[in-house]
C-alpha cells in the first residue's frame, strides 16, 4: 500500500513538473515575441493592404504606430550599461526550464526504480 502511495505521488509530481514545463515554455515563447514581433509584423504589413494591417494590429491589440508606444520622460535615470530585461527574463526562464526538466527526470528514474 505505501509503495502505491509513493507511486501516486511521484507520478502527481512527475505530471506537475510537466504541466509546469509547457507553462515555463509558453513564457518564453512570449518574451521572444515581444522582442521579434515587431520586426515580423512590420514585414508582413509591408505585403498587406493598409485595410487588412489595421485590422490584424486591432485584432492582436498592436500599437497603429511604433512611435506612439513610446514615451519621454525627463526623469528616467540612465544607467553606464543598458540593461536588457528580456536577455535577463530568458536566462531566469531557461533555468527553471532546465530545474524542471530536470525534477521530471528524477520523479521518471524513481519509478523506474519502483518497477513502474
Known amino acids: 500500500m505505501a509503495r502505491e502511495v509513493r507511486r501516486r505521488q511521484a507520478k502527481e509530481s512527475l505530471e506537475f513538473e510537466r ?3 509547457k507553462t515555463i515554455a509558453e513564457q518564453i515563447e512570449l518574451v ?7 520586426k515580423i509584423d512590420a514585414v508582413a504589413f509591408q505585403r498587406m493592404s493598409a485595410e487588412d494591417a489595421a ?15 513610446f514615451f519621454e520622460r525627463d526623469d528616467v535615470i540612465l544607467l553606464d550599461e543598458p540593461v536588457d530585461e528580456n536577455a535577463a527574463e530568458l536566462a531566469r526562464l531557461n533555468e527553471e526550464l532546465d530545474d524542471c526538466r530536470r525534477r521530471q527526470r528524477a520523479f521518471e528514474s524513481y519509478l523506474e526504480a519502483l518497477g513502474e
Open 32 to 38: 521572444i515575441v515581444e522582442v521579434e514581433g515587431p
Open 19 to 21: 504541466e509546469r514545463e
Open 55 to 69: 485590422l490584424v494590429k486591432q485584432e492582436l491589440a498592436l500599437p497603429e504606430d511604433e512611435a506612439d508606444s
